[in-house]
T-cell receptor, first 113, second 115 residues
């Protein structure tokens, strides 16, 4: 069956460092992969989309890589700030059309001053 | 900005009650979705709709039904609530065309507790 895995343990880092979150998937060949941010008690908010033919994508302090051979995406936040503390969700196109996404369980990031 | 509004942030219901969760979006999106989110399990798709009066089952439709009578409104119905339906329910929408057609816009969620 289709499966997406993200680090279940919280990631604790010091302010100013680079945070790296991992998303692994099996039994998929997604056309694209997305990352969302979710704050406690709120719905997820879209951050970045990367397509299968793209190796890397950047947006301000965010960088996403997509390795279709390894079936893995890495999400980096450089110069992290306490305001970056949140849960980050990886989502894949399920290939079922209509933008049906399948989500990982998310990784909680805590950035300490 | 796209706004997806869910009618309740918190809801407490009793086992066996019929429960309605309402979702309204203001950007004329064709696609609407209902997910539930449980710790450690991520978001799981319950139902989605790609047009008025159209609906498709997601991965976990059992115990739920939906209604989409108007384009902007998508309702999730728990016919007879059970304790295992205690969860955070998230509504989302997306357009079919345009530059944003591959991302989902979420509401703030409804935390439902079934006692």
């Amino acid at each position: 069956s289709q499966k997406i895995e993200q680090n279940s343990e919280a990631l604790n880092i010091q302010e100013g460092k680079t945070a790296t979150l991992t998303c692994n998937y099996t039994n998929y060949s997604p056309a694209y992969l997305q990352w969302y941010r979710q704050d406690p008690g709120r719905g997820p908010v879209f951050l970045l989309l990367i397509r299968e033919n793209e190796k890397e994508k950047r947006k301000e302090r965010l960088k996403v890589t997509f390795d279709t051979t390894l079936k893995q995406s890495l999400f980096h936040i450089t110069a992290s700030q306490p305001a970056d503390s949140a849960t980050y969700l990886c989502a894949l196109d399920s290939s079922g059309g209509y933008n049906k996404l399948i989500f990982g369980a998310g990784t909680r990031l805590a950035v300490h001053p | 900005d796209v706004k997806v509004t869910q009618s309740s942030r918190y809801l407490v219901k009793r086992t066996g009650e019929k429960v309605f969760l309402e979702c309204v979006q203001d950007m004329d999106h064709e696609n609407m979705f209902w997910y539930r989110q449980d710790p450690g399990l991520g978001l799981r798709l319950i139902y989605f709709s790609y047009d008025v009066k159209m609906k498709e089952k997601g991965d976990i439709p059992e115990g739920y039904s939906v209604s989409r009578e108007k384009k902007e409104r998508f309702s999730l119905i728990l016919e007879s609530a059970s304790t295992n339906q205690t969860s955070m329910y998230l509504c989302a929408s997306s357009p079919t065309t345009g530059t944003e057609n591959e991302k989902l816009f979420f509401g703030s969620g409804t935390q439902l507790s079934v006692l």
